[in-house]
């Protein structure tokens, strides 16, 4: 190739990820708060906050079916006991698909519980919960959700923490039909969340504050009844996360993740299936 065309192609590529560069602005929009969730720095930043009188939180405006969507999130400071920060994709109705992530905040100096769930077709109940190796409102850290038709994979900076595989060959639903969207919103539940709801939230601190920012989602946007799979908003990693499986180093990871901090995993729970663990807790797929 001649010099001339890197040249050119250079500065094509480096204009497409410039104008595609995700911004809240353009992305999402504020669906509940009153005020209480703004979005600053001209779409770089979005904060929600929870005071006394009601929560606050946003939603994509793009609807999804598959991607690979990366979030950065930088959670309640101090004491965050009862209050929740939910971060998932859902879709409509009661036979919906759902890819929760929810931080379960806790008193000052406690650690937060990441807690996760999958949906399919309505149902639920698989739950995992970890505790992370890092305080989660010092700084922003990136959560990550990969979902394409082979498995949805969770993770934090980078390190898997949880796989939920395609089973349908085993009679276990997995979300692919039903575009989803991205939802955000931080809300007083002080009734379950912080250890068993025995810790009620503190509203001499409110209001807490939750931040985001550097969406980017390499994600099939649905439209009209079809779904495109762009490359929006950044053009750099192509479409591999479609076929993306975990390599023997992610596995190795993930097994260290859920060997030291995981607190909760619904296919331990032998008391909760007396009839048996879910299909998914004891095949492979
Ligand atoms: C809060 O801290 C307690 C004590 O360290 C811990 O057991 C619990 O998992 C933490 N998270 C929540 C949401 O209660």
């Known amino acids: ?79 965050s006991a009862g209050t929740v920060t939910a971060y998932y994709l859902s879709s409509l109705g009661s036979t919906h698909d759902e890819i929760d992530f929810e ?19 309505g149902k639920g109940n698989r739950e995992q919960q970890f505790h992370l190796w890092f305080d989660p409102t010092k700084d922003f850290h990136t959560y990550s959700i990969l979902w394409n038709p082979q498995r949805i994979v969770f993770s934090v900076d980078g390190i898997p923490i949880r796989e939920f595989n395609n089973m349908e060959s085993q009679g276990v639903s997995f979300p692919k039909n039903q575009p989803m969207r991205i939802y955000s ?36 946007v649905w439209a009209s009844g079809s ?3 762009g490359l929006s908003p950044s053009a750099d990693s192509g479409s591999d996360w479609l076929n993306q499986e975990l390599d023997s180093a992610s596995l190795e990871r993930m097994r260290w993740v ?28």
């Open 1 to 79: 190739m001649a010099s001339s065309s890197i040249v050119f192609v250079t500065i094509f590529l480096a204009t497409l990820i410039a104008t595609t560069r995700a911004n809240f602005n353009n992305d999402f929009a504020i669906t509940w708060g009153d005020g209480r969730a703004k979005i600053l720095n001209n779409g770089d930043d979005l904060t929600l906050s929870l005071d006394k009188a009601s929560g606050s939180g946003f939603q994509s405006k793009n609807e999804y079916l598959f991607g690979n969507i990366d979030m950065q999130l930088k959670l309640v400071p101090g004491n």
């Open 103 to 121: 931080f379960l905040g806790n008193a000052s100096g406690q650690p937060y519980t990441l807690h996760t769930n999958v949906f399919a077709q």
């Open 227 to 229: 779904s495109s799979c």
């Open 185 to 220: 919103s931080l809300w007083n539940a002080d009734d379950w969340a912080t250890q068993g709801g025995r810790v009620k939230i503190d509203w001499t601190h409110a209001p807490f504050t939750a931040s985001y920012r550097n969406f980017n989602a390499n994600a099939c």
């Open 258 to 285: 859920q060997t030291n901090y995981m607190v909760y995993n619904y296919c331990a729970d032998l008391q909760r299936f007396p009839q048996g663990l879910p299909t998914e807790c004891t095949s492979t797929p």
